[in-house]
């Protein structure tokens, strides 16, 4: 049972670049999440999916877009990188039903220079 | 809006001593609470949660009591050992806004060492 799998795991971009985020999960989970991790910050939502075709901005959208074409898969983009974005990214799911925890991928280590 | 507060570290504390680490919450209606850790390099792990007011959740010798009244949601171990050494984040679900359609609300976390 592999859980929620995100690819890649490290990545170095230059300022300007973009490059795409993938996240799985095998859970037939309805919501899908991308999370922030920044030193000081705790965790910050992007974007968030309550189902496959629909996305949702979160609290800090901006410079992101993502799609989410099937019901196990949850993309994030980064159209022109920035130092800003220099961060941990995290993939989440969880099911519907309230009351219910949220399933973490091992993140993605993404430096922008 | 939902708010997670925790004390932020780092907590340095000798092994078998007590933990406490104070989380508090700021939600509308009756949100689920959630204690989360995460070890180095590695992602969020459940640790325990609760679901209504006066549930105890617990793990791991890790205990924590849903408040209500004081909208609390402390994480105590009576004797820590250095493998517990990692960041802990509280964490919220709404039960309203389509129960958490739109994430968990985490507070900062709280970085604790523990020293042999």
């Known amino acids: 049972n592999a859980g929620v799998t995100q690819t890649p795991k490290f990545r170095v971009l230059k300022t300007g670049q973009s490059m795409t985020l993938l996240c799985a999960q095998d859970m037939n989970h309805e919501y899908m999440y991308w999370y922030r991790q920044d030193p000081g910050m705790g965790l910050r939502l992007i974007h968030y999916s309550v189902g496959e075709g629909t996305t949702a901005k979160g609290e800090v959208p901006d410079g992101y877009n993502v799609s989410r074409l099937k019901k196990q898969n949850f993309l994030l983009g980064l159209e022109s990188a920035a130092p800003s974005q220099t961060s941990v990214y995290f993939c989440?799911?969880?099911?519907?039903?309230?009351?219910?925890?949220?399933?973490f991928g091992q993140g993605t280590r993404l430096t922008v220079v | 809006g939902n708010s997670v507060t925790q004390m932020e570290g780092p907590v340095t504390l000798s092994e078998e001593a007590f933990l406490t680490i104070n989380c508090t919450y700021t939600a509308t209606g009756y949100p689920s609470l959630f204690w989360y850790v995460q070890y180095p390099g590695e992602g969020l792990q459940l640790l325990l949660k609760?679901?209504?007011?006066?549930d105890k959740g617990s793990n791991k010798g890790f205990e924590a009591t849903y408040r209500k009244e004081t909208t609390s949601f402390h994480l105590e171990k009576g004797s820590v050992q250095v493998s517990d050494s990692a960041v802990y984040f509280c964490?919220?679900?709404?039960?309203?806004?389509?129960?958490?359609?739109?994430?968990?609300?985490f507070g900062k976390g709280t970085h604790l060492i523990i020293q042999p």
């Open positions: 964490a919220l679900r709404p039960w309203l806004s389509g129960g958490g359609a739109d994430g968990l609300t």
């Open positions: 989440a799911s969880s099911l519907r039903r309230v009351g219910t925890e949220a399933f």
């Open positions: 609760a679901t209504k007011a006066d």
